[in-house]
């Protein structure tokens, strides 16, 4: 897959920059590729359907419209492409900056560790142990 621009809202920024380790590697992406932070799109009518959705879900879904949407809620997921958007999540993400080699064992470890404790945020057992080979 070849992707031509990557978009962040600020919603999902101010939520990432919570953990570290991500912020960390979103900044200096940022830099070096076309990554644009945007304003999101009106997510209202989505939260009223939707309340059990974090701002950042909310506004990521808004904003996609025939764009591949980046979305590590597995409920978020489920809204998503319930209404038309393509889902690529934080395992896959993990699993190509691995295979390219932009992260070693020991920086994905770090970040499944801050998910877990930041975020609450839970690998299934096997896609976990396939990151950490």
Do not use: W
């Not at 989505?46 to 990521?60: A, C, D, I, R, Y």
């Not at 080699?101 to 920086?107: A, I, Q, T």
């Not at 945020?121 to 096997?126: A, G, I, M, R, T």
């Amino acid at each position: 897959m070849i992707v031509d621009k990557v978009y962040v809202t600020f919603e999902v920024y101010e939520k990432l920059s919570r953990c570290k380790e991500l912020v960390k590697l979103l900044f200096d992406a940022m830099k070096k590729y076309r990554i644009e932070l945007i304003e999101s799109e009106d997510y209202s009518e989505l939260e009223k359907e939707h309340p059990e959705l974090g701002k950042g879900e909310l506004s990521v879904i808004a904003s996609a419209k025939k764009r591949i949407a980046f979305i590590e809620d597995r409920k978020a997921e489920r809204v998503a492409e319930a209404v038309g958007v393509d889902v690529f999540n934080i395992p896959v993400l993990l699993f190509v900056l691995k295979k390219e080699g932009y992260l070693k064992k020991d920086e994905i470890a770090q970040i499944i560790e801050d998910l877990k404790l930041k975020d609450d945020y839970s690998f299934k057992k096997d896609i976990e142990e396939e990151l950490l080979k």
